[in-house]
């Protein structure tokens, strides 16, 4: 079981990047997947997760309208599209995946993720 995400890199603010994390060892329409972050000095937050079995999904609100979450289930990998970012958005994002809940709401806390990728970091200038 393994998530590796891509996509980070430095932007103004304002500009956008897409982030993609590659699922292997289960499916992506198996169970909820998505994305935190944690800046400097501060606690991981959940940003966007989603089950693509019934397409439900959360965000944190800092970032609704902004960043959209969804899954490629033909590609078996999760992306995080992020328009309009901002200097606050700068952390290490992770992709993280709920593999112990097969039915329920998405889960929104740390605690129900126990997969987690690498991190990839995104760094936006002001």
């Known amino acids: 079981v393994q998530l590796q995400a891509s996509g980070g890199g430095l932007v103004q603010a304002g500009g956008s990047l897409r982030l993609s994390c590659a699922v292997s060892?289960?499916?992506?329409?198996?169970?909820?997947l998505g994305w935190f972050r944690q800046a400097p000095g501060k606690e991981r937050e959940g940003v966007a997760c989603v089950k693509s079995s019934d397409g439900s999904a959360w965000y944190t609100g800092s970032v609704k309208g902004r960043f959209t979450v969804s899954t490629d289930n033909a590609r078996n990998t999760v992306y995080l599209q992020m328009t309009d970012l901002k200097p606050e958005d700068t952390a290490v994002y992770y992709c993280?995946?709920?593999?112990?809940?097969?039915?329920?709401?998405?889960?929104?806390?740390?605690?129900?993720?126990?997969?987690w990728g690498q991190g990839t970091q995104v760094t936006v200038s002001s």
């Open positions: 993280v995946a709920d593999t112990n809940s097969v039915s329920g709401a998405v889960p929104r806390t740390v605690a129900y993720y126990d997969v």
């Open positions: 060892g289960f499916t992506t329409d198996e169970y909820s």
